[in-house]
């Protein structure tokens, strides 16, 4: 039978206990070290600067603006995320390559002269804002020119970079990457013209002034691969649970064994829509886009194939969370990894690194709760309000900027001017507009995000109820409309899906290369094996932990390959994801996401800003009790209205500043979650198997009682 969690007596709270006072003292570690680095940085950067060496030739140095105090702080995160990074994603199986790196080279003359251009010796950008212009070294209309400053004097540049792009040795040539890191055959350099280019300046160069650079190529990062492949044995393991339960699971989701009697504070469907309001989200609209661009068609396939491992991953996390759990007199619930590592491992004999990986668990949850799934969330949706709301001042500053270069053909100097003076007011209104809206912005969505987090798990799960299937319903309907519409074109591109999955010669990174680019984004989006979900199906209202964690696998089940899907078709039928008759040229991500569905549906936009808030919110108050009950686990109970008022804070400071370092450590906190959480699922699955088989047999014997 499966083990249930007794309520804690009522008797005089206990001291604190060794793990209380090891998850303090490991916080207060981070805080601190975290604080080191920032007061590092700014006495460095209020030091005075030394002076600078005497130029060799002409040039003008760029002073940057003071760097406010987010940026100040954004910088001292930075050595802690590139130091994450490379353990996250040190491929294993890689093998190293030369190659070398294009800079432009500069050209300049004096501001409105007819003379011919002349090089700027040196790699430094002589940028200030200005207009643009179309010259080339000779005089001709081909490549971007901007007006600065050089020596204190006005002068027309541009950055002239015919072969730009990366060339790496292969076959005793330096042989272009192209798209999907293609090498060309016909684009290539031979050693001594890269000598002459390198000796020329014309190559980036790395810290030694080499031109010759070297880098780690293909393999398989180690994030990836712990997730991946853990996700396959649990799925062997398990003898495909996830598919001989997926029924079932639709049975228990529709309320079929909801007992309101059982302890617990939502049902089945809440949990479920509080999980998948944490991962349906970005990743679906950016990240299946992403993952074609780079690893062609195939990658989606191999997305597909992680979504139904994942599903195995989920199911075990999710009973775990179930299983250990611990309802407190109030009947309010905490469980999730930072429960059942340290119960798991210390009933099997190994508690202290049960409660080690316990804490770091609960500590990179907690980071991650601010970063990614809060600050990067609001600020995400912040500037999505802003662009639609500027939506019609952005086009009148592209007429501008071609009515400007028009003029400046022309040659029409006082038209130039004018026109620029209309264009600096419309900068100075986006700016006015820009730095009221954002901060109102932020206080609506902290509002609107602390009246629900206040409530707890049950005003959460009764939101994510409504908002999940809401956004997920407008999202699928504009999707199955663009599929109905070009249907007849469906079954070709999931054969080029299939074909190119299977490939050995697809794209630049071959077989293994679109199946690692598929499994990373699979990987991101669905959170599968990283244990967050586990916290929020570990609320659910039940007695039999095997039926929540069925629940749960339906999770990457809608996330990854539905909801993906749609995704990844639209983009194929468009021609999006290779920029078919020039769509979205130079997008990614997200932006070409939506381009493809406005080649469609133009008004799509529109629903898709409304889609990034409505994804954005979800993703907020999901994390938001993630990072509570760990917050609970290190502070006690009593310290949870404290990390409530702090994760609204962050909402505010989210929606109005950039902090890219500090959001890419949160995002790496999250990665780093799967660590000691598929240790403990592996450490931990016997006793999963052994309740599922006892589960399985009570159910084929119709043992259950149902409620509907």
Avoid at 129 to 149: E, F
Avoid at 490 to 512: C, D, H, M, R, T
Avoid at 550 to 563: E, H, K, N, Q, S
Wanted: charged share 20%; net charge neutral; glycine share 10%.
């Amino acid at each position: 039978m499966a083990r249930k969690s007794a309520p804690p007596t009522a008797s005089a709270r206990p001291a604190p206990s060794l793990r209380r006072r090891i998850a303090v003292l490991a916080v207060l570690a981070v805080l601190a070290s975290l604080g080191y680095g920032t007061v590092a940085l700014l006495a460095q950067e209020d030091s005075p600067a030394p002076a600078p060496a005497p130029a060799a030739t002409a040039k003008r140095t760029i002073t940057p603006p003071p760097a406010t105090v987010f940026q100040k702080v954004d910088k001292a995160f930075e050595s802690a995320v590139n130091a994450i990074y490379k353990v996250l994603f040190f491929p294993i199986g890689a093998t190293e390559r030369t190659y070398v790196e294009f800079t432009p080279a500069y050209y300049y003359r004096p501001a409105g002269s007819e003379g011919e251009f002349q090089s700027l010796t040196g790699r430094t950008d002589p940028i200030s804002d200005g207009d643009y212009r179309v010259y080339d070294a000779l005089g001709k209309l081909t490549a971007p020119l901007k007006v600065g400053k050089l020596d204190g004097k006005p002068v027309d540049y541009f950055a002239y970079a015919p072969n730009s792009g990366k060339y790496v040795l292969h076959d005793g040539r330096f042989r272009k990457a192209i798209e999907r890191e293609n090498l060309s055959d016909t684009e290539t350099l031979t050693r001594e013209q890269v000598d002459e280019l390198g000796e020329a300046g014309r190559f980036k160069v790395d810290a030694n002034d080499n031109f010759l650079l070297e880098e780690d190529y293909g393999g398989a990062p180690i994030v990836v691969l712990w997730l991946s492949l853990g996700a396959v044995y649990f799925t062997i393991y398990l003898r495909f649970f996830n598919f001989r339960g997926f029924s079932h699971a639709i049975e228990v989701v529709r309320g079929k064994y909801d007992n309101p009697d059982e302890p617990g504070e939502v049902t089945h469907l809440q949990a479920l829509s509080s999980a998948l309001s944490a991962t349906v989200g970005l990743g679906n609209i950016a990240g299946v886009t992403i993952a074609m661009q780079t690893g062609g068609p195939g990658a989606f396939f191999w997305m597909l194939c992680c979504g139904f491992f994942g599903m195995s991953s989920k199911f075990v996390e999710s009973t775990l969370g179930q299983k250990y759990r611990k309802v407190s007199a109030d009947g309010t619930v905490r469980g999730g990894p930072m429960e059942y590592l340290k119960d798991g491992f210390a009933e099997r004999g190994m508690a202290p690194l049960g409660l080690l990986a316990g804490m770091l668990f609960t500590v990179m949850c907690v980071l991650a709760s601010f970063g990614g799934g809060n600050m990067f969330q609001a600020n995400q949706a912040g500037q999505q309000m802003l662009a639609l709301a500027q939506s019609a001042q952005r086009e009148e500053m592209i007429s501008l900027q071609d009515q400007i270069a028009k003029a400046h053909e022309r040659k029409d100097s006082a038209e130039v001017l004018k026109l620029q003076e209309e264009r600096s007011r419309l900068n100075h209104d986006m700016a006015n507009f820009k730095s009221w809206f954002l901060p109102m912005f932020g206080v609506i969505f902290a509002i609107l995000v602390g009246v629900v987090i206040i409530g707890g798990i049950k005003r959460i799960g009764a939101a994510a109820e409504k908002v999940v299937p809401a956004m997920c319903g407008i999202y699928l309907v504009a999707c199955l409309y663009i599929i109905a519409v070009n249907f007849g074109r469906v079954p070709e591109y999931i054969g080029l899906i299939f074909s190119e999955a299977f490939n050995p010669q697809a794209f630049g990174g071959g077989l293994l290369g679109v199946l690692i680019v598929g499994v990373r984004r699979a990987a991101f989006s669905n959170e599968a094996g990283v244990g967050s979900a586990a916290i929020a199906h570990s609320a659910a209202k039940t007695e039999e932990p095997i039926r929540e964690g069925t629940v749960a696998l339906l999770g990457p089940f809608i996330d990854t390959i539905v909801v993906c899907s749609m995704t990844a078709l639209v983009v194929l039928i468009t021609g999006a994801w290779n920029h078919q008759d020039g769509l979205g040229a130079g997008l990614t991500g997200s932006a070409l996401t939506s381009e493809a569905f406005a080649s469609v549906l133009p008004w799509f936009r529109y629903v898709l800003s409304a889609a990034v808030v409505l994804f954005a919110y979800s993703t907020l108050i999901s994390w938001s009790y993630y990072g509570e009950k760990c917050w609970e686990t290190l502070f006690g109970a009593r310290a949870a209205m404290g990390y409530k008022v702090l994760f609204v804070v962050a909402v505010f400071v989210g929606s109005i500043a950039n902090l890219g370092a500090v959001l890419d450590f949160s995002d790496m906190m999250i990665l780093s979650m799967a660590f000691p959480n598929i240790l403990g699922l592996l450490v931990l699955s016997p006793s999963v198997k052994r309740d599922l088989e006892d589960y399985w047999r009570r159910y084929k014997a119709n043992e259950f009682r149902t409620f509907k």
